[in-house]
DNA sequence: CTGTTAGCGCATTCAC
DNA sequence: GTGAATGCGCTAACAG
């Protein structure tokens, strides 16, 4: 039997608002009613049809997911699905659902903005972005609640991890501990931003404690993928006859690729060249050496991602800390010694 | 400025209803007029209130999305990712947007066809379900287009590999061209029906061709992932003392993890021992020896089954078939000689 | 504390 | 071929 609030209301003998009330926790109701209506809905699996709730109180509970699929980046890849998940998970807790903004949907196409208010979300957070995509600045000079765990805009609150740390805590390991004498790094593309942190942070170490960089133990990796990350052994193999001691990779996919060329060239990791990796992805633990590596804690991350976007919704004027580093560890496995 | 069919509608000096014929192409509108209205509203960035529209019009443009968390198969799981991104940009270039099926919203639960009715989801597509999952057996006995990719229940439209297909044909392989004596399985955990599948056909194989199945060469592993298939290698020689001279796997998950058992236990491959995956996932081709695996083309799977969907939507009394067998092929790498 | 009422933005009869 | 009226199920403001 098709339910709505009139026809519960008719059944209670109450009338429709309220039922509205009990179901919105807003407006006094005696606890005695309330139980009786709550009771009831229970007992017959009433649940608010989402659409007329929506049409009339512009909240939709649902979260529009910003997952760029520009870079190829689809659900695919294990990194962000996973804190897409993490924080799915959360936010279904609190009542809410994900709903992915598309920009083309059939024949008509909308910015992500007009999107937002035909679905009327409450909020949007971005997993994956594109520096590039005018529709994400657009959001963020709107008065929507966003958060973002990738990239970093001005007006939205983002949510990553501490690269920098990350960097630190591996050169550190690598020179002090294992008294390595020379670090060379490769890097993904300097597009992402990321990778452009961890760079800077690479180089910005040597010249705080005055070394010196070799631009031979250089080099960028062409894509974010583990074949890229085998191309660029390849490239570093021409720039230098001398291998560095040691290599900073700036992905766990790239670093495996790179694990993969090294291994293909006999040369012995750790013994020839220690590896350091990013991101702790599932397989760093698998492969063979497993990768050291600079863990990222994805549970965290989306679920602070969340709990700010929640904030931000519930309390549109609470002013919420634009950037939130959230802390990294090393995570020592066999391609150190 | 906000815009209604109300508003574009006075501008145009026409009225409401007539726009919202030309929307849904439905009614008698003059060539005209309808030129003048797509005009105007492209010009504009009209997009209609998908809420509003539902709550009259019973459809949604929204496919509900089965994503069985009870497995703990989250959006990590690279196979089920894939196979629901081609998915989703296959029914969203029809107009067709995606929305997570969830059972416990905030507080209410509510039955899987609950949420399919409150969202009024066209249809739903179930990317990877559980059999203990009464939710599933409810939505098949409703009046509401189901497809699902990975388990088959009665009523509902499944498309799935060829499993019987595709161990039939690494079998054929070991067997006649490397002339191999002996042929293994580790097996995925019989819970799962494509495991069981999969199994089964590898029995009924050796019955058919007449050969003994040696027991002490068959290992279910405990699980879906790497892990589970390391562990099944240290079953395996515990029951026996001399290995098969091939190995197939249930799935390339566990494959990989298999290799790394038998690499630390020193026994080469593909020399000592052959050893055949299935699914060829990503990292399949990566791994160092690369995996000779049965490939499943996800996004044949994944776009067959939108079509079928989108089918069944469109024309609800229209047989669809009820299983649809996709192809799978051998891809032979490093693991067989 | 509870009931009544007026829309929310659109789709769908009907008249015209 | 076009336009006005009605209602989808719910919320919010107000009246009782």
């Known amino acids: 039997m098709k339910r709505t609030i009139y026809t519960i209301a008719a059944d209670l003998g109450l009338s429709p608002g309220t039922i509205s009330k009990v179901l919105n926790q807003t407006g006094n109701v005696s606890s005695d009613t309330r139980e009786r209506v709550l009771k009831y809905i229970k007992e017959v699996g009433y649940v608010p049809v989402t659409s007329a709730r929506m049409l009339k109180s512009k909240r939709s509970y649902t979260i529009g997911v910003v997952f760029s699929e520009e870079l190829h980046i689809g659900l695919e890849h294990s990194f962000f699905s996973s804190i897409l998940q993490h924080f799915k998970n959360y936010v279904e807790k609190e009542g809410y659902e994900l709903s ?5 949907l059939g024949k008509n196409k909308m910015s992500y903005y007009e999107w937002c208010m035909n679905k009327k979300v409450d909020g ?3 997993v994956v972005g594109d520096y ?9 000079s709107m008065n929507i609640p966003v958060v973002s765990t990738d990239i970093i805009i001005p007006g939205i609150h983002s949510i990553i991890s501490d690269n920098v740390l990350g960097i630190n805590i591996s050169l550190d390991y690598l020179f002090n501990e294992q008294q390595v004498k020379s670090v060379g790094m490769i890097t993904g593309p300097q597009s992402s931003k990321a990778f452009v942190e961890r760079f800077q942070a690479y180089k910005s170490y040597f010249r705080t404690h ?47 690729g790179v694990l993969k060329a090294l291994q293909e060239q006999k040369i012995r990791i750790p013994e020839d060249i220690q590896i350091i990796g990013f991101d702790d992805i599932a397989f760093a633990r698998h492969f063979t050496p497993s990768l050291t590596t600079i863990r990222q804690d994805r549970e965290a991350i989306a679920h602070k991602a969340a709990r700010s976007l929640l904030t931000l919704i519930n309390h549109k004027s609470e002013k919420v800390e634009a950037l939130t580093l959230m802390p990294v560890t090393l995570v020592k496995r066999d391609t150190t010694k």
């Open 100 to 104: 992915f903004i598309v920009s083309r």
């Open 124 to 126: 949007v957070y971005i």
């Open 132 to 140: 590039d995509d005018q529709g994400i600045y657009e959001l963020a």
């Open 210 to 256: 005055h070394k010196d960089i070799n631009d031979a133990f250089i080099v960028e990796a062409e894509s974010f993928g583990f074949t890229s990350g085998y191309n660029a052994v390849y490239k570093l193999l021409e720039q230098t006859k001398t291998l560095p001691e040691a290599l900073l990779v700036g992905s766990d996919d790239i670093a495996l």
